[in-house]
T-cell receptor, first 115, second 111 residues
Framework: KAGVTQTPRYLIKTRGQQVTLSCSPI?????VSWYQQTPGQGLQFLFE???????NKGNFPGRFSGRQFSNSRSEMNVSTLELGDSALYLC??????????????FGDGTRLSIL | AQSVSQHNHHVILSEAASLELGCNYS??????LFWYVQYPGQHLQLLLK??????LVKGIKGFEAEFIKSKFSFNLRKPSVQWSDTAEYFC?????????FGKGNQVVVIP
């Protein structure tokens, strides 16, 4: 069974630009969560999507948004990039059905660098 | 919202030594608890989990963790570490379907 796939692996952008990251969950998984990992703040929850709906949201500004498609693939968008957005962005998937809080399976992440 | 505290961010020990990593959480409701491990250059992997039942949970690679509800703790242990256990270890709490992670423990095992 293929794992969680994130593309691209690396991105370099400049301040003010916007970026879209992609995540393909494990086959059969319907829940996709996004996390930001930085040395200072550690792993922080961004949002979770289930059946194309945002089911949960962390404490990030509105510049961070996401969506989920009918095949459970998810995209995350960050607009008006700031230097502080440089981080590893991780995607995790789980079955996410009626029994919530299932173990999540992580991808390798997208390393975003802002110049 | 839930939060997680991990102490002793950097741990250095020799092979065959015992390892214990502390994890304390705060959350008012029912929680599920996890330990994840990130080996150098690899993605986060689930080490073990606690949902309910026996508070002593056994995971992969000889790791175990004990859930003590009265202390809001979920400490990770391994009786005898190997060089291959060098990694970063994260405790996580899942309440209301969002994972809250601790800052992690960087563990280095010296051969």
């Amino acid at each position: 069974k293929a794992g969680v796939t994130q593309t691209p692996r690396y991105l370099i952008k400049t301040r003010g630009q916007q970026v879209t990251l992609s995540c393909s969950p494990i086959s059969g998984h319907r829940s996709v969560s996004w996390y930001q990992q930085t040395p200072g703040q550690g792993l922080q929850f961004l949002f979770e999507y289930f059946s194309e709906t945002q089911r949960n949201k962390g404490n990030f500004p509105g510049r961070f948004s996401g969506r989920q498609f009918s095949n459970s693939r998810s995209e995350m968008n960050v607009s008006t990039l700031e230097l502080g957005d440089s981080a590893l962005y991780l995607c995790a998937s789980s079955w996410g059905g009626p029994r919530k809080n299932q173990p999540q399976h992580f991808g390798d992440g997208t390393r975003l660098s802002i110049l | 919202a839930q939060s997680v505290s991990q102490h002793n961010h950097h741990v250095i020990l020799s092979e065959a030594a015992s390892l214990e990593l502390g994890c304390n959480y705060s959350y008012g409701g029912t929680v599920n608890l996890f330990w994840y491990v990130q080996y150098p250059g690899q993605h986060l992997q689930l080490l073990l989990k606690y949902f309910s039942g026996d508070p002593l949970v056994k995971g992969i690679k000889g790791f175990e963790a004990e859930f003590i509800k009265s202390k809001f703790s979920f400490n990770l242990r391994k009786p005898s570490v190997q060089w291959s256990d060098t990694a970063e270890y994260f405790c996580a709490v899942n309440g209301n379907n969002r994972l809250a992670f601790g800052k992690g423990n960087q563990v280095v095992v010296i051969p």
